[in-house]
């Protein structure tokens, strides 16, 4: 077993053993292969690119190739305990649409992503007068895969106007920590997001 | 094949016969009193005998999937792209079992073949059988090798409604199923093609209602308009159009007998070539078999609720030109297993080439195919 980003670390931490697990953009199916072999889970992924379908296919991780953009459609409603999209909400072309159908079919969702509000990204777009990039962000802007970005900022704004009830949130730095210095100004000092999240009471 | 095969052929093949005095009874009421399956194997049965692998054929395939009978053969057996050293049904690691479905004309119990009670070929007294009847006969064949559980069932269009069959009606006797560019049942369309298909047959004047043997002659003319019908139906729109176009052979004949487009030069021949090896009451009992399948029937039209107890890891693959068996009919088997929470996982394949896709060596294919076998061999200790 490969060791774990810390970010999926934290994740796995949040899902409960035996539970119903979705991945949206599931990659290489490590997060899933862990939480199957650790956690006794039943878990789906859906990826879009055939050759970490593939390598799902040969860990014996659960795969559909499908295309996020097209939604859900294929499972019910509340067919799941936990949907995780780990470094998947700003490559998809509806983020928001795309999280309506995740609380459909799951009550809670995890969700992570690079925070554009990180200072040095901030610091390379002010002074340096280029588009961000960074480990988290490696690609430049006519090849990134990277099309809705967003800061911790704009995303508890679209959970807020969305009615979604945010559970909990951790932010890691550069050296994947989580420091309480992060807290202080979480959307200066946090390089990767990480939130858990639940259907609001008067929410959709 | 050309003196010796390809590096990643299993080569030369021989055929094995199986003979089952012991009725088997089906579907329909009926029973045979004994029958016999042709089957070939490929690779070696591990001594756990935990590596084999049922591959199940389609409408007009038989028991050779892979190698040749000789060396004059022009072409290898019908799944030679997926069967073979270093292949997904890798014969390095698995022991690989394909028969002649029953009814078929290949050398298993068929239309053709002599009915013990009467001394002559059975022709249209030959029990229409379905494919949980094919499933059936396939577990005594298992039992008879001594395969108490499959490592997997994998088939292509009707193979994969056998294997889907099989997680169904066996769940304890297969570790995988591998259904490809399948349906959970024919729609409408695909069973009016069918029975256009059987009314060419049975309006031959030759058909004489199925008992031509006892005539000499055989309804080749309805066959071969069967198989043309079949043929467009088994190619996408962009393939045929990417193969013939509008192509004349010569010029424009202004006569009917004359062969004016490629594309009818191509029907015609594949037509031709096919009544030379295919019965043609075999070809009407396949496509009743086709509109027969459906595990929901039983289940009140649910199918989640036929798949419930399925215990089977699933493997689905369909392609993107397919029309016969769209991508969206995987789909449908696809939410059912997911509905049961089942050990399932889905690949659409972008190909051009239609539903017969499935036989052909797709890159993709081949891959996604290969790396699920993979993990299968891994899992079986192959």
């Known amino acids: 077993m490969n060791p774990l980003r810390r970010e999926l670390e934290i994740v796995a931490d949040w899902i409960e053993p035996g539970s119903r697990v979705l991945d949206l953009g599931c990659g290489d199916g490590a997060l899933l292969e862990y939480l199957v072999e650790r956690k006794g889970v039943t878990a789906y992924g859906l990826e879009i690119d055939p050759r970490k379908v593939n390598r799902c296919l040969e860990r014996g991780v659960n795969v559909v190739r499908a295309d996020l953009d097209e939604g859900l459609g294929d499972f019910h409603c509340d067919s799941f305990d936990h949907v995780i999209m780990s470094q998947t909400i700003q490559a998809v072309r509806y983020p928001d649409k795309?999280?309506?159908d995740l609380l459909r079919v799951s009550h809670h969702g995890i969700v992570t992503f690079p925070n554009m509000g990180y200072w040095r990204l901030r610091v390379q777009l002010l002074l340096g007068g280029s588009m961000p990039r960074s480990p988290a962000l490696p690609n430049a802007w006519y090849n990134s895969p990277n099309i809705h970005l967003c800061t911790v900022r704009d995303f508890e704004q679209l959970c807020a106007s969305m009615g979604v009830e945010i559970v909990e949130r951790r932010l890691l730095d550069r050296a994947h920590r989580s420091t309480p210095l992060i807290d202080l100004a979480p959307n200066l000092l946090g390089e990767v997001a990480i939130y858990r999240f639940v259907r609001g009471t008067q929410s959709l | 094949m050309v003196r010796s095969p390809p590096a990643d052929s299993v080569g030369l093949v021989t055929q094995h016969k199986a003979v089952f005095e012991e009725p088997l009874p089906l579907d329909c009421g009926r029973e045979l009193p004994g029958y016999e399956l042709v089957y070939e194997t490929y690779g070696e049965l591990n001594r756990e005998r935990t590596n084999a692998i049922l591959v199940c054929h389609a409408l007009s395939g038989n028991h050779h999937a892979a190698g040749y009978h000789s060396e004059h053969d022009r072409k290898p057996g019908?799944?030679?792209?997926?069967?073979?050293?270093g292949k997904p049904l890798d014969t390095n690691r698995f022991f690989i079992v394909c028969s002649n479905n029953l009814g078929g004309c290949h050398g298993s119990t068929g239309p053709a073949s002599i009915n013990p009670e009467t001394g002559a070929p059975y022709g249209d007294q030959f029990p229409v059988v379905t494919v949980r009847d094919w499933v059936r006969s396939q577990a005594r064949l298992a039992d008879r090798l001594g395969i108490r559980q499959w490592a997997a069932v994998a088939g292509g269009s009707l193979g994969g409604m056998q294997?889907?069959?099989?997680?169904?009606?066996?769940?304890?006797?297969?570790?995988?199923?591998?259904?490809?560019?399948?349906?959970p049942r024919l729609s409408a369309q695909n069973i009016g093609f069918n029975e256009v298909a059987r009314q060419a047959i049975m309006s031959d004047p030759e058909f004489h209602g199925g008992r031509y043997y006892d005539y000499g002659v055989s309804p080749r003319r309805g066959l071969a308009v069967a198989r043309m019908l079949g043929h467009i139906t088994y190619l996408s729109e962009d393939a045929m159009r990417a193969k013939f176009g509008r192509d004349l052979r010569g010029g424009m004949s202004y006569d009917y007998e004359e062969v004016d487009f490629e594309v009818e030069s191509y029907l015609r021949y594949q037509g031709q070539r096919?009544?030379?090896?295919f019965d043609a009451n075999t070809y009407l009992l396949m496509t009743k078999a086709l509109d027969y399948f459906d595990p929901a029937a039983e289940h009140?039209?649910?199918?989640?609720?036929?798949?419930?107890?399925?215990?089977?890891?699933?493997?689905?693959?369909?392609?993107?030109?397919?029309?016969?068996?769209?991508?969206?009919?995987?789909?449908?088997?696809?939410?059912?297993?997911?509905?049961?929470?089942?050990?399932?996982?889905?690949?659409e394949v972008e190909a051009t080439q239609g539903h017969d896709a499935f036989l052909m060596p797709i890159q993709r294919y081949l891959e996604g195919f290969a790396a699920y076998m993979g993990n299968v061999a891994r899992e079986v200790g192959a």
């Open chain 2, 300 to 347: 009140g039209d649910d199918f989640s609720a036929a798949v419930a107890g399925i215990q089977c890891s699933t493997l689905l693959l369909s392609f993107s030109s397919d029309w016969r068996f769209p991508p969206s009919r995987s789909r449908e088997i696809l939410r059912a297993l997911l509905e049961r929470e089942k050990t399932v996982s889905y690949i």
């Open chain 2, 163 to 183: 294997a889907l069959q099989w997680a169904i009606d066996f769940p304890g006797r297969l570790r995988h199923a591998v259904v490809i560019a399948a349906a």
């Open chain 2, 274 to 277: 096919f009544v030379q090896g």
């Open chain 1, 98 to 100: 795309l999280i309506e």
């Open chain 2, 78 to 85: 019908w799944w030679e792209t997926c069967i073979g050293p």
